[in-house]
T-cell receptor
Framework: QKEVEQDPGPLSVPEGAIVSLNCTYS??????FMWYRQYSRKGPELLMY????GNKEDGRFTAQVDKSSKYISLFIRDSQPSDSATYLC???????????FGQGTILTVHP | AAGVIQSPRHLIKEKRETATLKCYPI?????VYWYQQGPGQDPQFLIS???????DKGSIPDRFSAQQFSDYHSELNMSSLELGDSALYFC????????????????FGPGTRLTVL
């Protein structure tokens, strides 16, 4: 079983919808949680970075971490066609350690 | 803002050949990570370097080796290539904070697409 599980989707939503992406993990040593966006054949682009439990908001994006449940979420408000990409959750036990990724969720936002 | 540079962007090799991938981190970043992403898969950690010393090692085959040079760029050397080595190879860089966190986020390069025929 993988250390990080992510619903692979695919997820298809209309423009303007609220999108919820989720990951669960089994390693309680993870302290740092990230969400990356990856367009086809491109490198992952950092969207959100969170330390420990709590919420973090940046524009249309909100990241939530619940360490007690080993569950993290990314919410995208007012989704746009340009948000269509693969979203990867990633986590690490230290601030400089290797990242362990989820499988990625393919999101399509249609006009 | 400057980003991570990887070269070459595309590489085609025959089985049993060797390949060298290069990574130039963001200026002032001292840590480099290498990841391998197979088709339809998530990136898998291979190896990392901090201040030119290996800091962590993942599922990197013995046929692969890597190093970080004095100018902080890194090279991944791959020998006796196999068909299964065909993948996207990403380099990421970060800068270790002297005290607190946040600045150690890993920034990824565009990747090198290796195809082994």
């Amino acid at each position: 079983q993988k250390e990080v599980e992510q619903d692979p989707g695919p997820l298809s939503v209309p423009e303007g919808a609220i999108v919820s992406l989720n990951c669960t993990y089994s390693n309680s040593a993870f302290q740092y949680f990230m969400w990356y966006r990856q367009y086809s054949r491109k490198g992952p682009e950092l969207l959100m970075y969170t330390y420990s439990s709590g919420n973090k908001e940046d524009g249309r994006f909100t990241a939530q971490v619940d360490k007690s449940s080993k569950y993290i979420s990314l919410f995208i408000r007012d989704s746009q066609p340009s948000d269509s990409a693969t979203y990867l959750c990633a986590m690490s036990g230290t601030s400089y350690g290797k990242l362990t990724f989820g499988q990625g969720t393919i999101l399509t936002v249609h006009p | 803002a400057a980003g991570v540079i990887q070269s070459p962007r595309h590489l085609i090799k025959e089985k049993r050949e060797t390949a060298t991938l290069k990574c130039y981190p963001i200026p002032r970043h001292d840590t480099v990570y290498w990841y391998q992403q197979g088709p339809g898969q998530d990136p898998q950690f291979l190896i990392s370097f901090y201040e030119k010393m290996q800091s962590d090692k993942g599922s990197i085959p013995d046929r692969f080796s890597a190093q970080q040079f004095s100018d902080y760029h890194s090279e991944l050397n791959m020998s006796s290539l196999e068909l299964g080595d065909s993948a996207l190879y990403f380099c990421a860089s970060s800068r270790r904070a002297s005290g607190r966190l946040v600045t150690d986020t890993q920034y990824f390069g565009p990747g090198t697409r290796l195809t082994v025929l």
